[in-house]
């Protein structure tokens, strides 16, 4: 059993398969508990992040960033958006193994971060008895209201952003395209186009046109 004072890993993992997510990794049992969190993380403890919890994966899975084929389970391009440490909170004191099984069955999870990107206090909380969650952050000297999946958009582990992974790693054209609209700023540039569209196109209209309208 894992002692209070064991380092546990956890990772995020950008990733873009069908759809955008971030894979959100536990250590526990010699396994990664993991969550599915289609926003991501929120440093904001007014903001409260749907998980979805998915299968355990393997530990060794915590080293991969790269693409994964079209055709494979999970398709698309994955980047290692944090890594570090984490440790269960009980009784207000770290906790052990047996901490996190009770928590997991009660569905409130108590934990800390200590990673490049999320440090601090968190919990994952069971909305609906099944595998539906929500991980929002406590109150501490690491919370922020700004948005750190765009603010720090980049992998801790090569510095790339989803496109240069993608590109590095051979990925198809559609998952090029994917990864590409998966990176902050690719995604504010095609918001910023699509509002401008119908201004641009009100002031293309002849003055025929218009009159007549």
Known sequence: ERAADHPREFVVQKHRASQLHYDFRLEHHGVMLSWAVPKGPSLDPAVKRLAMETEPHPLDYNQ?????PEGEYGGGTVMIWDRGVWAPVADNKLG??????????????KFVLLGKKLAGSWTLVRTRGGRQWLLIKHR???????????????????????????????????????????DPATTEARAAKAASRPAARARSRSPRRAAGS
């Open 64 to 68: 991969f960033e790269g693409v994964i």
């Open 140 to 182: 501490d000297e690491h919370v922020s209201t700004d948005d750190v999946t765009v603010a720090n958009p980049r992998s801790v582990v090569s510095g790339r952003t989803m496109a240069a992974i993608a590109r590095v790693a051979g990925a198809s054209e559609r998952q090029l395209a994917r990864a590409a609209g998966a």
């Open 96 to 109: 052990d193994d047996a901490d996190v099984d009770r928590q997991l069955a009660k569905g409130e999870l």
